[in-house]
Nanobody, 124 residues
Framework: VQLQASGGGLVQAGGSLRLSCAASGRTFSGYAVGWFRQAPGKEREFVAAIRWSGGGIFYADSVKGRFTISRDFAKGTVYLQMNSLKPEDTAVYYC??????????????????WGQGTQVTVSS
């Protein structure tokens, strides 16, 4: 299974970006897909997650109200729409897939498959 994350870039504060995560080798059916980010010198942190089949959605408090995670069944793709971006959102963003239970869905250790990461840079 390979995950392909894309859509990163450079944007000014207040701007928007949409990240995409697609899987090859299998579908996301039965799995959760999470977005995590890692800034230089910091630990990887949870951003958002969605259960592909059940549709449960989870957000980190720091992005709630600004980011929206969604899925497209036809395209087999998960999106992360990021609005009102802030300089502190600057990081490498990774998508991941796994079968975490609800209590561990925010833990990166719960995910088995990871994409290569896409850089998001927000200038002030």
């Amino acid at each position: 299974v390979q995950l392909q994350a894309s859509g990163g870039g450079l944007v000014q504060a207040g701007g928007s970006l949409r990240l995409s995560c697609a899987a090859s080798g299998r579908t996301f059916s039965g799995y959760a897909v999470g977005w995590f980010r890692q800034a230089p010198g910091k630990e990887r942190e949870f951003v958002a997650a969605i259960r592909w089949s059940g549709g449960g959605i989870f957000y980190a408090d720091s992005v709630k109200g600004r980011f929206t995670i969604s899925r497209d069944f036809a395209k087999g793709t998960v999106y992360l729409q990021m609005n009102s971006l802030k300089p502190e959102d600057t990081a490498v963003y990774y998508c991941a897939s796994g079968r975490p239970i609800v209590s561990t869905i925010r833990a990166h250790e719960s995910y088995d498959y990871w994409g290569q990461g896409t850089q998001v840079t927000v200038s002030s």
